[in-house]
């Protein structure tokens, strides 16, 4: 039996890799998330590589070979599906191959059959290279991937709404309810139009007339606030989801690891946001709504086909004909809304660096290339736009003609009913033998008043239609979104489920035992190798070193932004990794050398870490940091707002805010990451000496670039390239001359 091939879509440009590895995984007969696959392929904001896939591949439980392959040995000798490189920045994986024809599945743009000379242009880069050798990753699942059973496939798209909506059965209820009497005092409107003609007009009985004319009054006006309560009640649920949404979406997103963030643009992650717009409006505008559009198009149906099944036919024709040419788009549609959130994302980032970045821009008259790169990218998605809304129009402006159609149809075959046929002349066949009596005698012409009604029906049931066609549409773009939503809360959180130790032991060492790190896997370069290092409780240890030589990253580890990639990191005789990261960082103070100023106060800057404002500690974190004679010039002290929505400040100003923000929490460990580099030597002198006394029997651990910082510190690291070259103290390293000696000699030079 042959396996049936699931195409997954990528969900953002840099997923290539991952998606095509989770197509073959899924075609050998299991589920992996884009999430967990992306982990494992080391994927990070550039990408991922063929070796970095073929490692997961393999951790699944595949074996894999990467080859270079001509076309003929593609065909003739290896297991089919693989992976190919195509157009040098991109995986497609080959389904299926002949001497004339390939089948690929390309994560971006769906599942093409391309010619021969097709592929060898993508793969090999010459349409006529028959002889010439591309790149590929053969795959083929061995024993040890069909033991495991992958991951459960998760709920995602409408189930996960309506796992939401559900919460809300009393408004359902109410809506249910309004929503059958709605429809009930709409099938009644007909009929009064069938007896308004008939009975009123025709026998010239005006009180007739006037009591239909009332009744259909009181049956629109009833109708009209039935739609107004269920307007307000659907309004309500759609918000009240849509709040849940975003603030579960919003709550997954803080509980994520610092790598999450690390590997996407801001913009992408921002973009996100606005999927939530999406779901809102299906959840509010469309998806109720078609509810009731079928419940009324089953209604009228009835009604419809009760006055005359030839007409109900043609219009159900014309409404599935209707339906089926919006169907048609929609594989296009949604590979376009796709490409238009890479390209917004894309977009929204080349904005942000031309506002965030206009000093630099300026000074290196760079004005015209920076808005040219965003003229670029605002084209690309301006033709990407235009294209989604002629796809989007595309449905609209057929289903119009078809719909038009329909209503000339059924109104000339109305007509025609109306004007009957020659009944004596059928009477007369019929004595003669020429015909036979129709089953059920002959047909009697259609009433003006049922035409009428028809009519009626046929009008009304136009925006049923049309609202069917929009909620397709409309939940397409919610279920893309959602799938996008969905694929952040499939990632692991900082803080697993297990219960993790949040009682500290107290007045302990930081130490490292056979400390690595690597940033993107197995197959990046090692930013820290075989670490070992104590840090003494209670003293201050400076580490010192040349750029990129670790420094940074340690701290990072120290403070569990990040965890090792092999040994580990205690405090006392307690693993770090075992400690809750909430613990952990609640008795931490960090100043890292990057460190963001919100759009606040100065205050709520400063006491970040709390919900209360305490004056006195503030008081004495502002003194520590030597701010008091900033906070003192300001208009209005501690209260003035800065940051992005505020006043400016100097890279001084800034780094004394961030020095306070630590200092404020009172931590049993500060950690400083070249947090006085743009300070001036005598702000600085004050500073550090207001830290060791503030700090005195504390842990204090600095990493510096100055030669004072070292020198006061009772403990010293020494790093070159991610390693620890030597450890100890001033005198004692100084009395080496070795590494430490020539750094310091290199200070004086530069002093």
């Known amino acids: 039996m042959a396996r049936k091939f699931k195409f997954y879509k990528q969900l953002e440009t840099m997923d290539c890799g991952a998606t095509c590895l989770r197509m073959i995984a899924r075609y050998y007969g299991r589920y992996y998330s884009l999430e967990y696959l992306r982990g494992l392929t080391h994927q990070s904001v550039e990408g991922t590589s063929l070796l970095g896939i073929s490692d997961a591949a393999e951790h699944l439980g595949m074996h894999t070979v990467g080859a270079r392959l001509t076309f003929s040995r593609l065909i003739d000798d290896i297991p089919l599906p693989a992976i190919v490189h195509w157009r040098h920045d991109h995986f497609v994986v080959v389904i299926e191959a002949n001497a004339k024809k ?78 059958v009497l709605g429809g009930l005092l709409l099938v009644s409107f007909p009929f009064a139009v069938k007896a308004l003609v008939d009975q009123g007009i025709d026998l010239q009985d005006y009180n007739l007339v006037l009591l239909i004319g009332l009744a259909w009054v009181m049956l629109f006006m009833s109708n009209m606030f039935l739609e107004i309560i269920r307007g307000i009640l659907l309004k309500n649920i759609g918000s009240k989801v849509n709040m849940t949404l975003l603030t579960d979406f919003m709550m997954k997103l803080v509980k994520l690891p610092l790598r999450f963030f690390k590997t996407r643009m801001t913009s992408d992650i921002v973009q996100r946001l606005y999927d939530h717009t999406r779901v809102e409006r299906f ?57 238009q959130y890479d390209q917004a994302a894309d977009t929204q980032a080349k904005l942000l660096d031309l506002v965030r970045g206009m000093e630099e821009i300026k000074l290196n008259n760079a004005e015209k290339k920076m808005r040219w790169h965003w003229e670029q990218a605002e084209a690309k998605l301006y033709r990407l736009t235009r294209r989604y809304l002629t796809f989007n129009d595309f449905p609209k402006i057929g289903a119009r003609f078809i719909n038009e159609l329909k209503n000339i149809v059924i109104i000339v075959l109305a007509a025609r009913a109306v004007i009957g046929v020659d009944l004596e002349a059928q009477v007369a066949a019929i004595a003669a033998g020429q015909m036979t009596m129709p089953p059920g005698g002959l047909p009697e012409p259609m009433t003006l008043g049922t035409m009428m009604a028809i009519v009626f029906i046929v009008a009304q049931l136009n925006q049923p239609i049309n609202q069917i066609i929009d909620f397709i549409l409309s939940a397409q773009d919610a279920r893309i979104s959602l799938r996008r939503m969905n694929e952040v809360h499939e990632i692991r959180d900082e803080e697993s489920l297990e219960e993790k130790i949040r009682i500290l032991p107290r007045q302990e060492d930081l130490t490292g035992e056979n400390v690595s790190f690597q940033y993107d896997g197995s197959h990046s370069p090692l930013v820290l190798e075989n670490l070992n290092f104590v840090i003494p409780y209670g003293k201050t240890t400076a580490i010192i070193g040349h750029s990129g030589s670790g420094k940074t990253t340690l701290l990072r580890l120290l403070t569990r932004l990040y965890p ?106 500060l950690f400083l990451d070249e947090a006085t580099n743009n300070i001036d030597p005598a702000g600085e002198a004050t500073i550090m000496k207001n830290i060791r006394r503030q700090f005195g029997g504390k842990t204090v651990v600095v990493i510096a670039h100055k030669l004072s910082q070292a020198i006061h510190a009772d403990h010293i690291i020494m790093m070159e390239r991610g390693k620890i070259v030597e450890r100890g103290t001033h005198d004692e390293l100084s009395s080496k001359r070795g590494a430490y000696y020539r750094w310091l000699k290199e200070q004086w030079e530069w002093q």
Not at 331 to 339: A, C, E, F, M, Q
Not at 607 to 620: R, T, Y
């Open 102 to 179: 390939v089948k690929i599945a390309d994560p971006a743009n769906g599942i093409h059959t391309l010619t021969k000379s097709a592929f060898l242009a993508g793969w090999v880069g010459d349409p006529e290279g028959y002889d010439r050798e591309g790149i590929a990753l053969l795959m083929e699942p061995t024993a040890d991937f069909y033991a495991r059973d992958g991951q459960k496939v998760s709920k995602t798209g409408f189930q996960y709404v309506w796992e939401n909506v559900k919460k809300y059965p009393d408004l359902l209820w109410r809506v249910g309810l309004g929503m």
């Open 564 to 669: 090792p990639t092999e040994g580990h990191i205690r405090l006392g005789e307690m693993d770090l990794s075992n400690i809750k990261a909430a613990a952990w960082r609640a008795v931490c103070g960090v100043v890292m050398q990057d460190g963001y100023i919100f759009s606040d106060t100065v205050a709520k800057n400063i006491a970040l870490s709390g919900d209360i404002i305490h004056p006195e500690k503030l008081m004495i974190a502002a003194q520590v940091a030597d701010l008091r004679r900033f906070i003192e010039s300001l208009p209005r002290g501690f209260d003035t707002e800065i940051g992005a929505g505020g006043i400016g400040l100097s890279q001084g100003q800034r780094q004394r805010i961030l020095i306070a923000r630590a200092v404020y929490k009172q931590p049993e460990y």
């Open 283 to 339: 959840l509010t505008k469309d998806s109720f709504s078609v509810v009731f559009s079928g419940l009324i198009l089953i209604l009228f149906g009835v009604v419809l086909a009760n006055f005359d099944t030839r007409i109900f036919w043609v219009f159900l024709f014309f409404s599935v004909v209707h339906i089926g040419w919006a169907l048609l788009f929609l594989r296009k549609r949604g590979d376009l809304d796709y490409r």
